[in-house]
C-alpha cells in the first residue's frame, strides 16, 4: 500500500497527471485574472452588463449578490474588481468583518479618499504628506450618514468609472445597532446620488438580504439588480472540474475532466447540493484517497465511498429542522462537533448573535446539542447515533475501503471527542 508520501505531488503526478490537488486550497491556483477559474451561471450575464454600463460611463447600478456561504458571492466580486482594474476603473474591493464601532464605516472612507483626486487632498498630500483623512475630519464626516454618503460619492466621482465592492455586508448587522444603521444609511444615500459610472455590490446570504430587507427598506428600494446565486448544474460542475484540473495537469487528458469521470463528478456535485466549496471540499478528499489507492482515474464509485465516510454528519444535520440545518452542519464539519461559543457559530451561519441563540437553544431541547460548563454548544454522540443505529452504521463502515476511511481520518485530523453521556 501506498504511504502518505503518496499525497505529495510525485503520487499526484504518478497516479493521476495533476502537479497539485487542484481541490485542496484555492490559494494554490492563485492568478492575476480570476475569471480563468471563473465559471458564469445565466445570472451573471446580468452583472456583467451592469459592470460595462458603469465602465462605459453610461449607467451606474446598486446590485446585491446572494446565495448561500460557499456558492460563489466572493469570486464574483473578484471578477468584478478584476475588470475595473483591467479597463482603468477604480475600484475598491472591502470584505465587511464584524468589528466594533465605526471602524468598517473609517475603513471605506479613508480607502475612497485615498484613490479620490482634487485640489485639496493634493494640497494636503504635496504639504503634510498626510493621505488619510484625519479624527477631525473622520468626525466631521460621521456627523450624519447623508453627509458620509455624500462625501463618499464624491470621492468616488472623482476616479469614475468606480466601484464599491463590500463583501460579506450582513457582518454588519453584529456591531452596535447605531453603526450598523449608520453604515446602511451611508450606502443609501451614496446610491441614491450617485452618477453614471459607478456601481456599487454587496454580498450576502438569501436570509441575511430577507433581514436587511426588513431592517433598511429604504436601501432595498433602490436595487437596480439582484443577482441570486443558483446551485450547480452537472454541466457547470464538469466545466469547473475541468477548469481547475486543467492548471495543474501533467498529462495528456483522456477527456474534459481528467482524471475524473463524468458521471464522478455528476455524482460528487448531486452530493454537494450544487454548492461549489462543498464541491471542492468533496473532491479534494476524493484525489487524495485516489492517491493512497494507487487509483489513475476517478469514477463515481470511490466518490460514494469517500462520501460513506459524512453519513454520520448527514444523519446528524438531516435529524435537525429545515430552518436549524446549517448550524447544525456548521458545529459538526466546522468546529468537529464542538464544543464552540454561540459567537463563532453566529459568525459561520451569517445571523444575528440575539437569534442564532434563540436556534441553538432550541436544538438543546431537542435534544440534538448540549451545552459544557462554560455555555458552550456540541453535538453529543446520541444526536448522531441512535441506538438502533448503530449495528447498522457498522455494516456500513465495513463496506468503505479501509484506506479510504484512513485517509479521511488523517485529513480530517481528531474529530469532535466522544461523549460518554447519551
Known amino acids: 500500500m501506498c504511504g502518505l508520501a503518496a499525497l505529495g505531488g510525485s503520487g499526484l503526478e504518478l497516479y493521476l497527471g495533476l502537479s497539485k490537488n487542484p481541490f485542496s486550497s484555492i490559494s494554490i491556483l492563485d492568478m492575476d485574472n480570476p475569471l480563468e477559474l471563473f465559471v458564469p451561471l445565466q445570472p451573471d450575464e446580468d452583472l456583467g452588463y451592469l459592470v460595462d454600463e458603469a465602465l462605459r460611463m453610461v449607467g451606474s447600478a446598486f446590485v446585491a449578490i446572494t446565495g448561500p456561504p460557499g456558492s460563489g458571492r466572493s469570486i464574483r466580486l473578484e471578477a468584478t474588481y478584476w475588470k475595473f482594474s483591467a479597463e482603468g476603473g477604480t475600484p475598491i474591493l472591502y470584505e465587511v468583518s464584524p468589528i466594533e464601532g465605526p471602524d468598517a464605516i473609517d475603513d471605506v472612507l479613508n480607502t475612497a479618499y485615498g484613490l479620490s483626486r482634487g485640489v485639496k487632498r493634493a494640497l494636503k498630500k504635496a504639504l503634510l504628506g498626510a493621505d488619510e483623512l484625519s479624527l477631525k475630519e473622520l468626525e466631521e464626516i460621521r456627523i450624519s450618514p447623508a453627509r458620509a454618503g455624500e462625501t463618499l460619492a464624491g470621492y468616488l466621482e472623482s476616479v469614475a468609472p468606480a466601484a464599491l465592492l463590500l463583501d460579506d455586508v450582513h457582518n454588519m448587522m453584529f456591531v452596535e445597532p447605531r453603526w450598523s444603521f449608520f453604515f446602511f444609511e451611508m450606502i443609501r444615500e451614496l446610491v441614491s446620488i450617485m452618477g453614471p459610472g459607478m456601481l456599487v455590490a454587496m454580498t450576502c446570504s438569501e436570509e441575511a438580504f430577507a433581514r436587511i430587507s426588513r431592517r433598511h427598506p429604504a436601501l432595498i428600494s433602490r436595487l437596480h439588480e439582484r443577482i441570486r446565486i443558483p446551485p450547480l448544474s452537472d454541466q457547470d460542475a464538469t466545466s469547473l472540474v475541468s477548469k481547475r484540473a486543467e492548471m495543474v495537469r501533467t498529462r495528456e487528458p483522456e477527456g474534459s475532466p481528467d482524471p475524473f469521470e463524468e458521471e464522478a ?34 469514477d463515481a464509485a470511490l466518490v460514494s465511498q469517500v462520501a460513506e465516510a459524512d453519513r454520520p454528519i448527514l ?34 451561519t451569517e445571523v444575528p448573535p440575539q437569534e442564532e441563540w434563540s436556534r441553538l437553544e432550541a436544538l438543546v431541547a431537542a435534544g440534538l446539542l448540549a451545552k459544557d460548563e462554560s455555555g458552550r454548544y456540541y453535538v453529543p454522540r446520541s444526536a448522531l447515533e441512535a441506538r438502533e443505529e448503530k449495528k447498522e452504521e457498522k455494516k456500513r463502515e465495513r463496506k468503505v475501503s479501509r484506506s479510504v476511511m484512513k485517509i479521511l481520518r488523517m485529513r480530517a485530523g481528531s474529530s469532535w471527542r466522544r461523549r460518554g453521556s447519551e
Open 265 to 298: 463528478v455528476a455524482l460528487a456535485n448531486r452530493i454537494a447540493g450544487g454548492n461549489p466549496k462543498k464541491l471542492m471540499e468533496l473532491l479534494s478528499k476524493v484525489v487524495d484517497a485516489a492517491v493512497v489507492l494507487g487509483r489513475t482515474r476517478i
Open 315 to 348: 444523519r446528524g444535520v438531516e435529524r435537525a429542522p429545515e430552518r436549524m440545518r446549517r448550524e447544525m452542519e456548521v458545529i459538526l464539519r466546522k468546529f468537529e462537533g464542538g464544543p464552540v461559543g454561540l459567537e463563532k457559530v453566529a459568525m459561520e
